[in-house]
């Protein structure tokens, strides 16, 4: 792991060089411009002089700090996860926020499947991402990606908190993630909105009008009740977030869902969380590259542009990659290749390192 440069780094994050070069000597570390700093160091230093940076991949030397000046942040809108457990209602619920979404924004549309949708109301925008498995979602934290802003945990009025309430509570909480309450199934005659509140306050999940923090709705997702407070809500939640990001950058952001077309090639669903992302850029996602032949929005339209918060079709890959993928967009069609082959050997050496230590341990257990 290289980082950057003292003299890159400097230009990054908008400092004078000698700057850096001072508060490095501070903490007893002797570098000149044309050295490199690990990405440990380039998060301490940029954490010390008050900039935020992301390092993109610090197991690549392509590491990449992405710093944004307050001024070029623009408010952006939300990205929201549905959770809970199995059967109460997830993609019920999911399923009505999108019929109001679709009555709400362009007439006639109808959502394709690509793993996420876009809902408007009162001209605010939702973005809602299919619930991953809790694998892939924790997979994706790991590799530092901020996956949602808000989680809206569903769990049945006549049935409670169960175990995937629970797990999905600990997802919350780690990714220090709001969580929004829709008490779903209030139709059902064995429903008990006040017994989930209660079960809920055991796992620090507290109603507001309790003294806590989270924001709960009772709904019915099969009979479409209070839907619209559900979006509400949402908006509400997410304004307390004050979420902003850079438009005017190069895109940068993760893999939603993927998969190898019969007549379209390989088409990743991406979700991008920085820049604006247009036909003919050049994209690395994971193993895959290749310039931007189309994008494609959830309703099935082209679009040229794809900004902060927008989930879009990318079609135009050399290769199908892997939900939980970062992407980005280069510059330089050569320098994306190359990263895209490096991974790719990558990728390979440590499957064959995997199999020949299977074969080994096979091996011992034969003697
Ligand atoms: P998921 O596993 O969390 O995605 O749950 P589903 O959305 O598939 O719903 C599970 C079952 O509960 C289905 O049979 C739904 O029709 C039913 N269901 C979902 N929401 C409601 C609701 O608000 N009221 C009632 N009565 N049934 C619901
Ligand atoms: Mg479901």
Redesign the pocket.
């Known amino acids: 792991p290289q980082g950057t440069t003292v003299a890159k780094f400097a230009e990054l994050i908008g400092v004078p060089p000698n700057d850096v070069i001072k508060r490095l000597f501070m903490l007893g570390q002797v570098l000149t411009l044309t050295q490199s700093m690990g990405d440990d160091l380039v998060e301490l230093i940029a954490d010390d002089m008050g900039r935020k940076v992301r390092v993109v991949s610090p197991e690549e030397e392509y590491a990449v700090v992405y710093h944004d000046k307050d001024e070029d942040l623009k408010p952006r809108p939300p990205v929201v996860t549905?959770m809970?457990?199995?059967?109460?209602?997830?993609?019920?619920?999911?399923?009505?926020i999108r019929d109001t979404g679709v009555a709400a924004g362009e007439a006639g549309g109808i959502t394709q499947h690509i793993g996420a949708s876009v809902v408007e109301i009162d001209g605010k925008q939702i973005t809602f991402i299919d619930?991953p498995g809790h694998e892939a979602f924790t997979a994706m934290r790991a590799r530092g990606a901020q996956v949602t802003d808000v989680i809206v945990l569903?769990v049945?009025a006549?049935d409670g908190v169960m175990p995937q309430t629970v797990e999905a509570i600990n997802h919350a909480k780690a990714a220090e993630v709001p969580i929004v309450v829709a008490v779903?199934?209030?139709?059902?005659p064995g429903a008990n909105p006040d017994r989930v509140r209660q079960e809920l306050v055991e796992y620090g999940v507290i109603p507001e009008e309790w003294g806590g923090t989270n924001m709960f709705v009772e709904?019915?997702?099969?009979?479409r009740?209070h839907i619209d407070d559900v979006l509400e809500t949402i908006i509400l939640q997410a304004d307390v977030l004050e979420l902003k990001a850079n438009p005017d950058a190069e895109a940068s952001g993760f893999v939603i869902e993927a998969n190898l077309d019969k007549g379209r090639g390989p088409v990743a669903t991406v979700l991008v969380q920085r820049g604006t992302l247009h036909p003919g850029d050049i994209v690395v996602a994971g193993t895959s590259y290749g310039r931007v032949r189309a994008l494609v929005n959830p309703l099935g339209k082209h679009v040229d542009e794809a900004y902060p918060a927008d989930p879009v079709e990318i079609l135009g890959l050399n290769s199908v990659p892997v939900a939980g993928d970062e992407f980005r967009v280069f510059d330089d069609e050569r320098d994306a290749r190359k990263l895209a082959e490096e991974r790719a050997l990558r990728a390979r050496l440590a499957e064959q390192e995997t199999k020949s230590h299977v074969s080994l341990d096979d091996l011992f257990s034969r003697i």
Do not use: C, M, Y
Not at 84 to 96: F, I, R
Not at 184 to 188: A, Q
């Open positions: 549905v809970g457990h199995v059967d109460h209602g997830k993609t019920s619920l999911l399923d009505a619930t569903v049945a006549d779903n199934k209030i139709d059902k709904v019915s997702a099969k009979q009740l």
